[in-house]
């Protein structure tokens, strides 16, 4: 006989019954909703031969990718620093220096609190910085600041016992947090990483509102110069789904990352040879169960 679980109780015919409806009724909502977006777009005529036409030009299509690699590159410098950023940050708040951990925290709830494209307008506009340097700056003081908060969480995640048990080995605290707490809290600490690198990637979009020649200026410079209605609606259909990759491919490698460091020496199974007799004892005899 099984036993039930701890936690809860094993549902019922009736609650099975209950929740498959409630399954094929949420089912039933997404498909007519889908159903009828695929009809508002049949009925606009977006699948039509001409609204897709323009996409075949290869000066189309160059600026496309040249958007989307400007786009890859303004993320991989914003996720860069943003780490970096996030580090120095976290370690300022983990400091046993008042001053120093009072600063830190400060600096983390401003950027925290100000609107990404409020510092992206500010640093492009009243510092007169370059588009791309303004956009990496603004995405890297607001990601790198969220990032700060998911790595001092993280160290704090970590079971109080581990840090006492490296402070009585004689550990410096640098010691402690380099070889004892942060390789433990990497893996809670991932999943919150890659969400914060997804939502950089998304808000690279902001480029276009100061003249950054990113991915989405790209699909607005191509639909400003379309002459049929609703010229955004084929080009959001052709961006979207690159977008959607991406980061899925983002969250792909945090699942990659993730397995291959469950996959640790310390925890993978050690092939023990076959038990044998016990150590003999003085007189020459093996240990012998008394008789009845």
Known sequence: MTAAPALYDVPGPRTRRRHALYGVLSTTVLLALLAWVLYLLFHTGQFTATKWLPFEYQGIQLLLLRGL???????????????????????????????????????????????????????????KVQPLPALVAGLTLYNGSVLAEVFRSGVHAVERGQREAAFALGMRKTQVMTH???????????????????????????????????????????????????????????????????????????????????????????????????????GGEPPMAPKP
């Open 180 to 282: 004892v707490l942060v390789p433990q809290a990497v893996r809670a600490m991932l999943p919150a990483i890659i969400s914060q690198l997804v939502v950089a990637l998304k808000d690279t979009s902001l480029g276009f509102l100061i003249t950054y020649e990113e991915f989405l200026h790209a699909g607005k410079l191509i639909a400003s110069n379309l002459d049929y209605d609703l010229p955004f609606i084929p080009v959001v259909m052709v961006i979207s789904p690159i977008y959607i990759g991406m980061c899925m491919l983002l969250s792909w490698f945090a699942g990659w990352v993730s397995r291959r460091e469950q996959r640790s020496p310390k925890t993978e199974a050690v092939a023990h040879a076959p038990a044998g007799p016990g150590a003999l004892l003085p």
């Open 69 to 127: 690699g400007n786009t890859l590159k303004a993320f991989a410098i914003a996720a860069v620093l943003s780490l970096a950023l996030g580090g120095v940050l976290a370690t300022g708040r983990l400091s046993d220096h008042r001053p120093v951990r009072v600063l830190a925290t400060l600096v983390v709830e401003f950027f925290r609190a100000m609107p990404v494209l409020v510092m992206i307008f500010f640093i492009f506009v009243a510092l």
